[in-house]
């Protein structure tokens, strides 16, 4: 597992609660993934979600991947955990936009300690975020204790490519992305079972250059103007950001880094 120091949980808030954060919404929209809602599609049905269950996002930001499996799925009610109060509030007020304060909940925590019920959840799901999580063993050891015997654990994640990183690459991408680490895809199953789950799923997406190209083109054909007005009309940091976006389809294109999507089933 690549690594850097000074980044943690403090880092992570303080991004998404930063012009950065409102940037990322800008670009990539409510679903802050890769992939947006067929990614979702595509979690779901692998991790056979269906209508009437009961899930937990962990590291949910403003609620849209739960909002989508209430409304595409069925799922009869989901509890959203973040660590950053200005997610959690944006996410309370689109929630309540959309009329479905009834089925979902947010709780302000941090997802390694979220102080929900053992077994209390049919699955927990998580769409790209468990990258900005520094101790990837207790935060599946805590989503493996919220789900019940049975349930899924079904996340999307960033990950290290086959291809690896160099040292100086993963500085620069861990520093960039504000990640205390970043883990492959053996190592989330090795995780993955050691907290007790039968890993049914664990692939590359496939989908990480092509969409950083599309990232790009938005900035750079449509929406300069939006992005500029977002970063206060400061050029460099747009220059820095676009920079960023070339350096991430770079190293997809190498197979250095992925977006990689697993289902474990608790035993």
Known sequence: MKS???????EVTSLYGSVQGDFMQLIFGQQIHIGGMKASIDLADRAGITAGLGGVDLCCCSGA??????RSRGVASMVGVDATEAVVERGRRLTHEEGLDD?????????CQSGLPS???DFVWSEDAWC???DKQKLISEAARIVRPGGAIAFTDWVEGPAGLTDSEAQRFLGMMTFANVENIAGYVKLLSASGGDVSVAEDTGRFASHFDLYLNMIEMQLTYDVLRTLGFRTDLLQALTDGFRFLGEL????????????????
Not at 4 to 10: E, P, S, Y
Not at 65 to 70: I, K, Q, S, Y
Not at 103 to 111: P, V
């Open 119 to 121: 077994a209390s959840a």
């Open 132 to 134: 900005y999580v520094a």
């Open 65 to 70: 991947g739960m909002r989508f499996l209430v």
């Open 103 to 111: 089925r979902i909940q947010f709780i302000h925590a941090d997802a």
């Open 4 to 10: 850097i120091t000074g980044v943690g949980l403090a």
């Open 252 to 267: 997809a294109r190498a197979g250095k880094i992925a977006q990689a999507r697993f289902v474990a089933l608790r035993e």
